[in-house]
């Protein structure tokens, strides 16, 4: 299986902060790399697609990277709704795997 | 756009099979491959298996034994079968969907709590 190494594992910030999530792929997987938010008690929501496409409808200040096997989500300005858990899952190949999330939270 | 409603009985017996059905609406259920994607409490997202009305499908090897996901054309809806539960089953299970095997998870449904407790 493919293992997916997300970090941090939780994450302190403000409104307005610029944050970055990084995912570490244990093997290549080119850029079949898709970010999600989580919020409590509800289902993920796609932000980003083949590592740096935005998904339609999600705000510009979310954006992608990829350099080799490592991807990055970053948050040009944080917002308040912002504050959820975020997961990277790659879509290479069987079985999908994702990362272990990244609880956002406010300073 | 497309919209996925899980229902299922929300406790279910160790050794028991645990089943549950998806409802599609918005558009054909041929139109997309089918998911199933479960989160234990506090923990993180695992994959269980994918299935396409075509035929094609594959399942997390973990589980391989004892997942059935089937997709019904005729009903439009998806269901998964998972047989001698255990409470490492104890999950919220969510439905899903995306355009292509390789491709990002487009929709989700709003999750199906099942717990394994005698």
């Known amino acids: 299986d493919i293992q997916l190494t997300q970090s941090p594992s939780s994450l302190s910030a403000s409104v307005g902060d610029r944050v970055t999530i990084t995912c570490r792929a244990s093997?290549?997987?080119?850029?079949?790399l898709n970010w999600y938010q989580q919020n409590l008690g509800k289902a993920p929501k796609l932000l980003i697609y083949?590592?740096?496409s935005l998904q339609s409808g999600v705000p510009s200040r979310f954006s992608g990277s990829r350099s080799g096997t490592d991807f990055t989500l970053t948050i040009s300005s944080l917002q308040p709704e912002d504050f959820a858990t975020y997961y990277c899952?790659?879509?290479?190949?069987?079985?999908?795997?994702f990362g272990q999330g990244t609880k956002l939270d406010i300073k | 756009q497309v919209q996925l409603q899980e229902s299922g009985p929300g406790l279910v017996k160790p050794s028991e099979t645990l089943s549950l059905t998806c409802i599609v609406s918005?558009?054909?259920?041929?139109?997309?491959?089918w998911s199933w994607i479960r989160q234990p409490p506090g923990k993180g997202l695992e994959w269980i298996g994918y299935?396409?009305?075509?035929?094609?499908?594959s399942d997390h090897p973990s589980l391989h034994s004892r997942v059935s996901i089937s997709v019904d054309t005729s009903k439009n809806q998806i269901s998964l079968k998972l047989s001698s539960v255990t409470a490492a089953d104890t999950a919220v299970y969510y439905c899903?969907?995306?355009?292509?095997?390789?491709?990002?998870?487009?929709?989700w449904g709003q999750g199906s709590l099942v717990t394994v407790s005698s």
């Open positions: 083949s590592a740096s």
């Open positions: 899903a969907t995306h355009k292509a095997v390789a491709g990002p998870i487009l929709y």
């Open positions: 918005g558009d054909s259920v041929s139109s997309y491959f």
């Open positions: 299935s396409h009305y075509s035929g094609s499908a």
């Open positions: 093997q290549t997987i080119y850029s079949y």
């Open positions: 899952q790659q879509s290479y190949s069987t079985p999908y795997t």
